[in-house]
């Protein structure tokens, strides 16, 4: 069972938009959440994270949004720029009481295009 | 300073060898983490370290699996007659240690190394 989706495989933005990247989980004890983007040949990088007691979390030209009812959360990036094309993967984490190790379970991915 | 370091970077085997996978996590990171990444797909858990012990295998598919980190620093994925299925990507990613929270924030980046890609004929 997929407890983590990104039913977008693929998004096409223009240089200077917003491109916004959904995820949704099925899991309701997830209570960490974190956005990652990979570039061909590189291991997955860390972008921005959010805990489940917030429901926003900004970083520069990156916002993640969490819905926590709708078990939902999304990815903005405003200006989109070329740099940006990659592969987004969503996560999440449990935590358990403070005994949790931050085991991350992923969405499928989105492959984002930013055209200059 | 260095990241996570992984090797080789690409190996091809046939189906039925034995395979070591070899990960170099940031100095001083006492969190160890295996995924796999099959094509299509994002990273699935294998298994974690704290130190030299792993806390959570749960997600080793079959005893064909393996890992190790003797002296809780560099561990090595031991896969036994390898299958066509195992064919995938393994990353490796080290972390400070068990996340902390503070002033709502968590904090427990993941670092990852930039993998093996595994091919088995």
């Known amino acids: 069972d997929q407890q983590v989706k990104q039913n977008s495989p693929s998004l096409s933005v223009q240089e200077g938009r917003i491109s916004i990247l959904n995820c949704d989980y099925t899991?309701?004890?997830?209570?960490?959440f974190l956005w990652y983007k990979k570039y061909p040949a590189e291991g997955p990088t860390f972008l921005i994270s959010?805990?489940?007691?917030?429901d926003k979390n900004e970083d520069g030209r990156f916002t993640v949004f969490l819905n926590k009812s709708a078990k939902h959360l999304s990815l903005h990036i405003v200006p989109s720029q070329p740099g940006d094309s990659a592969v987004y993967f969503c996560a999440a984490s449990l935590y358990a009481g403070g005994t949790s190790y931050g085991k991350l379970t992923f969405g499928q991915g989105t492959i984002l295009t930013v055209h200059p | 300073g260095a990241g996570v370091s992984q090797t080789p970077s690409n190996k091809v085997t046939e189906k039925g060898k034995y395979v070591e996978l070899r990960c170099d996590p940031i100095s001083g990171h006492t969190a160890l983490y295996w995924y796999r990444q099959s094509l299509g797909q994002g990273p699935e858990f294998l298994i974690y370290?704290?130190?030299?012990?792993?806390?959570?295998d749960s997600g080793l598919p079959n005893d064909r699996f393996f890992a190790v980190r003797p002296e809780g620093s560099v561990s090595t994925l031991k896969i036994q007659r390898t299958e066509r299925g195992d064919s995938a990507v393994y990353l490796c990613?080290?972390?400070?240690?068990?996340?902390?929270?503070?002033?709502?924030?968590?904090?427990?980046?993941?670092?990852f190394g930039p993998g093996t890609r595994l091919t088995v004929l």
């Open positions: 370290f704290q130190g030299t012990g792993a806390a959570d």
């Open positions: 990613a080290s972390s400070r240690g068990l996340p902390i929270t503070s002033g709502g924030k968590t904090h427990n980046e993941q670092f």
């Open positions: 899991n309701s004890m997830f209570d960490y």
């Open positions: 959010i805990s489940s007691i917030k």
